[in-house]
């Protein structure tokens, strides 16, 4: 990102819900709702999104505003050796996988823009649609095409250092996309059968939650809320100092969860509405929305525009994600004999990504690996890691303390948020883990 800080509060605030707000709350919050029972995961969803999202959310933004760099200089600026310099390693790779996949389904999303313009889905059923999803996957040329187009996209924005674009963007984003949301929730909430759908989505059963049940929603707060991995450090380096730390986080929570709770009142009652099975997996969004396009007054225009606005979200999700494995490189080798400068680090990048993407198109199990392995177990760690070394190995108060310019968090919070740091969030995270390794 550029030197320059964000032109704004709100303009930050944007940036970091750009981050947020993708793929993970439109495509994945709903499939991983469906195949893990409903409201059971919900519940156990919102509560990671409370237990961690705000003290990490924190935490991130606190590492970077604090040091003034990214990922890779954060950790040794702070810490003054290099004995938290795997922190870093973690989120470059964390960074690295996560794109390789996180490309391919922007690119069917490009994709379905591209159909969408032509009224390729008009007058579908849901076999059709099934069907052609599968086709589209299986077309291996076209899909990693598509996929390649947000790699460019995302490549140019770094290169050129826009982080003016990011911001003026994400703020035009928002508000559409949730205009639009609404707009389709209220319309598949007239279809007949709807609140089945409903039901499935809000209906808390405690006999659903299994461990698996507790792990992928805590992979999925991890992922949807970009923790873990050090994307939020950047947006904490270039904070206005006077940004208000805790106010920032709330609002990016809520923004982020205001978006999934949306995408699954839109997509559940659709889904048993059109007789739809919601344990569908991935294609479980491209198959429905279309059919939910095809419901609505003005079917064309909506679902352009709706793609277009996915297509946008998945992008300002995909820089920040790019960007932490770009200021790697480009920092981990300034003072080596031969530097690599940001335009070449970001090409390097790039050419791993292609790499990738490639692999998770022709071997679909490294697609669900990279997916699985990233949320459940890279992003935990990372977030472990960097609660551990907030809370327990850096001074929070006095002239070098994390908490001492952040004048907008008042004693009594400073108090819980270390608490959590220290105790909550790793033991929560450790147990977690265990309990998914069938240890306790
Ligand atoms: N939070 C993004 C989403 O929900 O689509 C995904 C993501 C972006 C994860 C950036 C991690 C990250 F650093």
Redesign the pocket.
């Known amino acids: 990102m550029s030197k320059t800080t964000f032109s704004s509060k709100i303009g930050l605030i944007m940036a970091a819900a750009g981050?947020?707000?993708?793929?993970?709350?439109i495509w994945k919050f709903p499939y991983i709702v469906g195949e893990n029972g409903g409201g059971a995961f919900l519940v156990v969803y919102l509560v990671c999104v409370l237990l961690f999202g705000m003290p990490l959310i924190m935490t991130e933004f606190l590492i970077g505003k604090r040091s003034g760099k990214s990922a890779y200089g954060a950790f040794r600026a702070l810490s003054g050796n290099n004995r938290w310099q795997w922190l870093s390693w973690l989120c470059m790779l964390t960074?690295l996988l996560?794109m390789g996949f996180y490309f391919v389904v922007t690119g069917w999303c490009f994709n379905y823009l591209a159909e969408a313009l032509v009224n390729a889905f008009h007058g579908m059923d849901m076999n059709g649609l099934t069907a052609h999803f599968t086709q589209m996957t299986s077309n291996l040329p076209r899909t990693i095409f598509f996929s390649a187009l947000p790699v460019v996209m995302t490549a140019a924005v770094l290169w050129f250092d826009v982080n003016k674009g990011i911001e003026r963007l994400s703020k035009i984003l928002m508000p559409l996309l949730l205009l639009m949301m609404f707009l389709m929730a209220g319309r598949v909430l007239m279809l007949d059968g709807s609140n089945i759908g409903m039901q499935f989505f809000f209906r808390f059963d405690f006999s659903q939650i299994t461990p698996k049940v507790v792990m992928e929603a805590m992979g999925q707060c991890f992922?949807?809320?970009?923790i873990g991995?050090g994307?939020l450090i950047t947006y904490g380096a270039y904070m206005p100092k006077t940004q208000d730390v805790p106010r920032t986080s709330v609002e990016v929570i809520i923004l982020d969860t205001l978006v999934a709770l949306l995408a699954g009142v839109i997509i559940f009652p659709a889904v048993f509405a059109f007789g739809f099975n919601p344990a569908e997996g991935p294609q479980l969004v491209f198959v429905v929305l279309p059919a939910i396009f095809e419901q609505m007054s003005f079917a064309w225009l909506s679902a352009v525009l709706f793609f277009t606005l996915l297509c946008i979200a998945a992008l300002t999700?995909t820089i920040?994600?790019m960007e932490?494995s770009v200021a790697f490189l480009a920092e981990a080798t300034a003072k080596l004999k031969h530097p690599m400068d940001r335009q070449k680090s970001v090409l390097i990048v790039s050419a791993v990504v292609m790499v990738l993407i490639i692999s998770c198109v022709c071997v679909d199990s490294l697609f669900d690996a990279f997916d699985e392995i990233t949320s459940c177990i890279m992003m935990p760690l990372g977030a472990l890691g960097m609660s551990l070394f907030v809370g327990w190995f850096l001074p929070q108060d006095g002239e070098k303390g994390m908490l001492s310019k952040e004048k907008a968090i008042k004693r009594w919070a400073r108090k819980i948020f270390v608490f959590f740091l220290r105790w909550i969030v790793p033991a929560a995270i450790i147990v977690i883990f265990l309990n998914s390794l069938g240890v306790l």
Not at 19 to 25: F, I
Not at 223 to 226: A, E, G, P, V
């Open positions: 981050s947020a707000v993708g793929l993970g709350n960074a996560i992922f949807s809320l970009s991995m994307a999700s920040s994600l932490v």
